[in-house]
């Protein structure tokens, strides 16, 4: 099994380089994030609440977007999962969405030891907090920066 960083897909092909045109690599992490799947407007609830109720992290990103008339984007969907949850997600998406299981299933081997955890609320806040706080003294310092700059320049032209 090979990896392709530049575009997420996995290759069970004996090439070394991607259709992308990249080097594929072969010592791939259980936490990257692979390709699943690509679908349209319509499917794409579908998948994702497949994919939330089998509790599987994933990310869908919009890709070729069209903007419709009243003011809606529409495009294809590309669902995201980190590879030690891949075998997982084909299953919930071959039970609920009658998604044909790929060729490829059986050589998917990657061991489920990572541990995903959410953070405890508490943490979330504090580290939300400290994100603001940090946010608003590098805005301070780039106020305060341009504001000792025009000083500067302003005392250089008197």
């Excluded at 990257?32 to 499917?43: F, H, R, T, W």
């Excluded at 984007?73 to 919930?92: E, M, N, Q, R, W």
């Amino acid at each position: 099994m090979k990896y392709c960083k530049k575009c997420k897909r996995l290759n069970f092909t004996e090439d070394t380089l991607c259709t992308c045109g990249k080097k594929l690599i072969e010592d791939v992490k259980s936490d990257v994030p692979c390709e699943l799947i690509c679908a349209d407007e319509s499917d794409a609830v579908q998948i994702a609440s497949s994919l939330t109720k089998a509790d599987i992290p994933f990310s869908d990103v919009l890709t070729d977007k069209v903007q419709m008339m009243f003011g809606s984007v529409s495009g294809k969907h590309t669902f995201y999962v980190p590879l030690c949850f891949y075998k997982k997600s084909i299953d919930a998406l071959a039970s609920a969405n009658n998604i044909e299981i790929p060729d490829y299933y059986d050589k998917i081997n990657v061991s489920d030891d990572t541990q995903w955890e959410e953070l405890p609320p508490l943490k979330r806040n504090i580290v939300r907090i400290l994100s603001v706080i940090v946010f608003a003294v590098l805005v301070y310092l780039c106020v305060a920066g341009v504001d000792m700059a025009a000083l500067f320049i302003k005392g250089l032209l008197r």
